[in-house]
């Protein structure tokens, strides 16, 4: 029984995870949220407002690209007025980059529709077993093998 379970869960987090599943969801939220906001970009914005600021070479590995990749959308995003780059007090030749004001409005308006995407998809079960299963993640995420 155990094991069909950790089946189960492998099965679906392997969807879950794979990298098309993700830029499919991407792209379904940043439609029409302007063109420097994409499924390409949407990894920057998600994560430097999960981060805080932080400079190209330490959001890399959080984004899946490399630091010039990372770059690179965050020049789009700057272009946008959605970020900034600030001087690192810890290292000069360096730089932070930084949601604006505008970003965070954009991050929050991109949380509220895979908020409302959730929901949708959640819209067919009983309102306690939404609850449960929200519950349950959580404490896996925070307890489970991505500890």
């Known amino acids: 029984m155990e094991k069909e379970v950790g089946h189960e869960i492998a099965d679906a ?19 029409g949220m302007g063109e ?35 770059t690179r959308r965050a020049s789009r995003l700057e272009d946008a007025g959605l970020i900034r780059r600030e001087p690192d007090p810890a290292d000069r030749r360096a730089h ?17 529709r895979l908020a409302a ?13 939404a609850q449960d299963f929200a519950r349950h993640l959580r404490r896996f995420v925070l307890d489970g093998p991505f500890a």
Do not use: F
């Open 13 to 31: 987090l392997g969807i879950l995870l794979r990298r098309t599943t993700r830029t499919q969801l991407h792209r379904k939220l940043t439609e």
């Open 36 to 70: 420097a906001v994409d499924e390409l970009t949407y990894p920057v914005l998600s994560t430097l407002a999960r981060t805080g600021p932080c400079s190209a070479a330490d959001l890399a590995p959080d984004v899946g690209l490399d630091r010039s990749g990372v």
């Open 96 to 112: 932070l980059l930084v949601l604006t004001e505008q970003g965070r409005r954009t991050v929050a308006e991109l949380r509220a």
């Open 117 to 129: 995407h959730i929901m949708a998809s959640l819209s067919s079960w009983p309102p306690d077993e």
